[in-house]
């Protein structure tokens, strides 16, 4: 082995993939090679840092450097300053947009500073593709751990004291979900992995995959010698090819080293992983929609009970758990389930990784305790709000979770509180919106997504749904009166009471959030047939400020409806009965003149 | 590879890998020894490469855990490069200058195992 | 019983292949969907014949296998365009206004029913979150991922693919 004196971790999760972090790796090893430098100094390609906007990302270790939005171009730079200089480079650094101050560790930056990673713990720091780096950080363990000195009972209470629950979306206590599926009595049991993240703007299950696979598969070993199952399944999205190509390798190395298969570690213990795709659809994230997938068929869900822990996959008891759930059970074996216990608030134990999307400063990934604020995970890590512009809510538990405005930002966030406040923890995606995102165009963007996703296995969904939709369609197109607000809550109820499945049970949610907090632009739609943020098309008016407009023509020029008039140098005016609310006019002014209301 | 089969190997195996990703360890770095080398062109064209790992290679044999070796760039002694700079947790640091391979295992065995500062390649630290 | 392969209107030599692989599978509808993407692997999407080739191979309905070929958004039941557009369509994307992204998209390719342009070059569809959020708005073309995407780049991008296009087909001269 090499005496490596310095390590470059590259991100190499999807976010930063786009952004070439692929080929500035392979720029930095030429460059290392063509100084000579590949005996002491090391690229590493790695999971995700998390710090997604700021992306490829290159932290220098054990310098402990942290450097943002490296391009391929810019490796050469890197290594004759950095490495053979000895210079940090300035230019690369994280700059505060606060402060303006550049930032050189990781840990300085705001966005890290009040993160706890456990799920995350591995994700920037090893090779995904090596589990040889797996096992320098404990990896597997946890597994001997269990295997050599723990009963499989112990197993199942050290979980259940934890507090650990599901980390998915429902948040069902882990520990008893294990136990219930090792208390029906079966000769084959079956482990499933779910790893078919369908919430869109949630990344954090295939950022663990993709960073830290291995974790995921010692779990599910370790699920499986705790409910007696010797096969385990991990369903994963066919949208995540990287997920899919790391956790292949990583399931083959563990088969090669023997921590899969029979016999791990030389007990009586043996277990096997398969792989199994899914090929697009929400609702199989209901696990007996996924169980249904998993056999070949259409993804429909079943009435519960029976639940899968009695009756599962090929009719055997099953116990699923998520990614992110799966990713803390390591920690929880090794450092024990009172430690685990601390973090967090009572009920809600541990951390919840969150992404955060949509109009925040930083993108990304964090980990933070339970019982952070929504503040301190929008503002303090998240850095504010895009461009300056106002917060005006942030959604979070994707399709079936709700809008929460700027009164509810000092909540501290867990399982229950997020729900006493009409939205859901969901799997963890953060959506913050501003003052430009029209939010009843938000909940028929939701309704958009679960009629296209519904299975159309019960009438509530499949026809109820598609009603709320029209019946918002029809207020962004100014077509509805005050009665149709009322029509829509109360079918909104009905949907929520009567549905099959999760997916049913919540998809009027964010309509309902967005009606009990943004109650004033849902009555603008429809009352004065407007739409405060100027999104919703068929409301929109615009005109020229005579005061701004010099008389250029050019809009004029670029109408398609040839429905602007004015002289050169004149004061142009839109005729706003015959505007196709196109919005050339409004690109193509030079002066900010042509205004949308 | 070969299969593991016990723990035992597995513990073993760890062992062995778990310098290999020492050198991210970002921990507590007030607790650490922290050794810096001057890697910028005069350090270099003196010999400081062959001097950090030197000094990499001897902290490895010993099996010290807890040192972080950094390079860093002209600290302005360049009469006296190569440079090491050694900093205990809660001391003044302490600066080598004309320190070749050899002399860099022995800094590791008698200031970063012993504690003994050798006098003798101590640097006199000029001003600010 | 199974039909012979040429009463398919599809390629032959494709049928081989999927009959191949299918016959490296363990036996079992449980294997429908792995079969069904390797099947739209090899034929760009999932014709009528191949879905009847697969149900009459496997001996289940051929009702199904378009049961679960219509149920997943991956598989596709038309054609596909030379170039495949997917504009994803996840919320982080949707609130950053890929909306406007795919208009420009369809308009600028003149799609107006269905996802693909008339002269079969360009497919423009969406694709649900890839979880690339950090980048939105997103879009893949032909499976590279393009992050950032304004409506003003998308003229820049389809003059990229055609660039790309040109080139390729004087190596191909060239030959």
Request: hydrophobic share 35%; charged share 25%; aromatic share 8%.
């Amino acid at each position: 082995m090499s005496n490596f004196r310095m390590d470059l971790l590259v991100c190499g999760g999807t976010g930063c993939q786009s952004t070439d972090s692929f080929e500035l790796a392979e720029k930095l090893n030429a460059e290392i090679k063509a100084a000579k430098l590949q005996d002491e100094v090391r690229v590493v390609l790695t999971g995700c840092f998390g710090f997604c906007e700021q992306g490829p990302i290159v932290k220098v270790m054990p310098d402990n450097i942290f450097y943002v939005r490296v391009s391929p171009d810019q490796a050469a730079l890197l290594v004759k300053e950095h490495i053979q200089k000895g210079r940090v480079v300035q230019e690369l650094l994280y700059e505060e947009p606060e402060t303006k101050q550049k930032l050189d560790e990781q840990s300085d930056m705001p966005f890290y500073k009040k993160q706890n990673r456990i799920a995350l713990k591995n994700c920037g720091l090893i090779d995904p593709e090596n589990i040889n780096e797996y096992i320098a950080v404990d990896g597997y363990q946890a597994l001997g751990k269990v295997l050599t000195t723990m009963s499989p009972a112990e197993v199942i209470e050290e979980i259940k004291k934890s507090g650990l629950r599901g980390r998915g979306g429902g948040g069902f206590p882990t520990g008893l979900k294990w136990e219930y599926t090792k208390k029906s009595d079966a000769d084959i049991k079956f482990i499933i992995c779910n790893a078919d993240e369908g919430d869109p703007g949630a990344f954090m299950d295939r950022s663990i995959l993709e960073g830290d696979p291995h974790s995921v598969i010692e779990a599910m070993a370790i699920a499986g010698y705790a409910i007696g199952a010797q096969k385990g399944y991990v369903y994963i999205r066919a949208e995540y090819p990287l997920a899919i190509h790391r956790l292949k390798i990583a399931v083959e190395q563990a088969y090669e080293l023997g921590l899969l298969g029979k016999n791990i570690l030389g007990t009586d213990f043996g277990f096997d992983i398969y792989l199994k795709y899914g090929a697009g659809a929400f609702v199989c994230g209901e696990e007996t929609a996924l169980i249904n997938s998993l056999e070949g068929g259409r993804g429909e869900p079943t009435v519960k009970p029976p639940f899968p822990a009695e009756i599962g996959l090929w009719k055997k008891p099953t116990s699923i758990n998520n990614v992110e759930t799966f990713a803390n059970i390591c920690p929880i074996i090794l450092n024990g389930a009172d430690w685990f216990k601390s973090i967090g608030t009572e009920k809600s134990a541990g951390t919840k990784v969150f992404a955060l999307a949509g109009k925040i400063n930083n993108v990304g990934l964090v980990e933070v305790p339970m019982g952070t604020t929504l503040r301190e995970i929008i503002f303090d890590l998240g850095g504010g709000i895009k461009d300056d512009r106002k917060f005006k809510a942030v959604q979070t538990g994707g399709p079936s979770g709700g809008c929460i405005p700027e009164q509810y930002l000092d909540t501290h966030i867990d399982y229950d509180t997020l729900g006493e406040i009409g939205s859901m923890m969901g799997s963890g995606g953060m959506i913050v919106m501003d003052e430009d995102n029209c939010m009843v165009n938000i909940a028929k963007f939701y309704l958009e997504f679960t009629v296209d996703e519904s299975c159309g296995r019960c009438t509530a969904c499949r026809v109820g749904n598609k009603r709320l939709l029209e019946i918002l369609t029809h207020i962004t197109e100014g077509e509805a009166e005050m009665e149709t607000l009322e029509r829509l809550k109360d079918l909104s109820q009905i949907i929520k009471d009567s549905s099959l499945c999760g997916l049913g049970q919540t998809s009027p949610n964010p309509i309902l959030s967005t009606m009990k907090y943004f109650w004033d632009e849902y009555v603008a739609h429809v009352k004065n047939k407007n739409c405060p943020a100027g999104v919703c098309t068929k409301l929109l008016k615009y005109h020229i400020d005579p005061e701004k407009c010099k008389g250029c023509t050019l809009c004029a020029k670029a109408c398609p409806a040839g429905i602007i008039s004015g002289k050169v140098k004149e004061a142009h005016v839109i005729d706003k009965e015959a505007c196709i609310k196109c919005g050339a006019c409004e690109k193509i002014c030079k002066f900010g003149a042509v205004l949308r209301k | 590879m070969s299969a593991i089969k016990s723990l035992d190997e597995l513990k073993a195996l760890r062992d062995k890998y778990k310098s290999s990703v020492d050198l991210r360890d970002s921990g507590d770095p007030e607790s650490k020894v922290r050794i810096s080398v001057g890697m910028a062109t005069c350090g270099i064209a003196s010999g400081s490469r062959e001097t950090i790992n030197a000094i990499i290679d001897e902290i490895r044999k010993e099996n010290l855990d807890n040192v972080a070796v950094v390079q860093t760039g002209c600290m302005g002694y360049c009469y006296a490069e190569p440079i090491v700079e050694v900093k205990l947790p809660n001391k003044e640091p302490v600066l080598y200058g004309k320190i070749n391979a050899a002399k860099g295992r022995e800094i590791v065995s008698s200031h970063i195992k012993n504690g003994q500062v050798i006098k003798d390649w101590v640097v006199e630290r000029t001003g600010c | 019983m199974a039909k012979n392969m040429s009463e398919y209107k599809v390629d032959t030599e494709k049928l081989h292949k999927l009959g191949d692989y299918m016959d490296s599978l363990e036996r079992g509808e449980g294997e429908l969907i792995n079969i069904l993407r390797e099947a739209q692997e090899i034929f760009g999407y999932l014709p009528q014949d191949v879905q009847l080739f697969i149900a009459r191979k496997m001996g289940i309905p051929a009702a199904k296998v378009f049961g679960v070929a219509t149920f997943y958004s991956f598989f596709t039941m038309e054609p596909r365009g030379k170039h495949v557009i997917s504009v994803c369509m996840g919320t982080a994307c949707f609130v950053k206004a890929a909306d406007k992204v795919l208009d420009e998209f369809r308009s600028r390719l003149k799609i107006v029913n269905g996802n693909t342009s008339e002269d079969g070059m360009y497919t423009v569809d969406t694709v649900r979150c890839i979880g690339a959020c950090g980048l939105a708005p997103v879009i893949l073309v032909n499976g590279k991922v393009y992050g950032r995407v304004k409506p003003e780049d998308v003229a820049t991008i389809l003059e990229d693919i055609e660039t790309d296009e040109n080139m390729h087909s004087e190596v191909g001269l060239q030959q």
